[in-house]
């Protein structure tokens, strides 16, 4: 008896320990928004909208908040929003 009784509270100390992590809930990505000849559009969009006209793939774009322009991750060449808005909206 005494034994058993030993096993479950090994047993019990055992499971106690073994605490699961909480995760912490992912908060969705804040959207960038620039404002193009007055009027606001999602980084994102443009960088789609930029990837559609080059043929270049969406994630070799960055916007350059500095410089204010898109920036390509492959090349050294840049892209200005004033440009390119336009362009993606049609």
């Known amino acids: 008896m005494r034994n058993i009784l030993l096993l479950f509270m ?4 055992g499971l106690s320990s073994c ?6 809930p992912e908060l969705p990505p804040k959207t960038q928004q620039i404002t193009v000849n007055g ?4 980084v994102q969009y443009l960088i789609n909208g930029l990837s559609k006209i080059t043929g ?5 774009f960055y ?3 500095t410089e ?11 892209y200005r929003p004033e440009t390119y808005a336009s362009i993606v909206d049609r």
């Open 10 to 13: 090994l047993l019990g100390l």
């Open 19 to 24: 605490e699961k992590k909480e995760e912490s």
């Open 39 to 42: 009027k606001n559009y999602d």
């Open 56 to 60: 270049i793939s969406p994630d070799k």
């Open 63 to 65: 916007f350059d908040e």
């Open 68 to 78: 204010g322009v898109f920036r390509n991750t492959m090349f050294s060449d840049y």
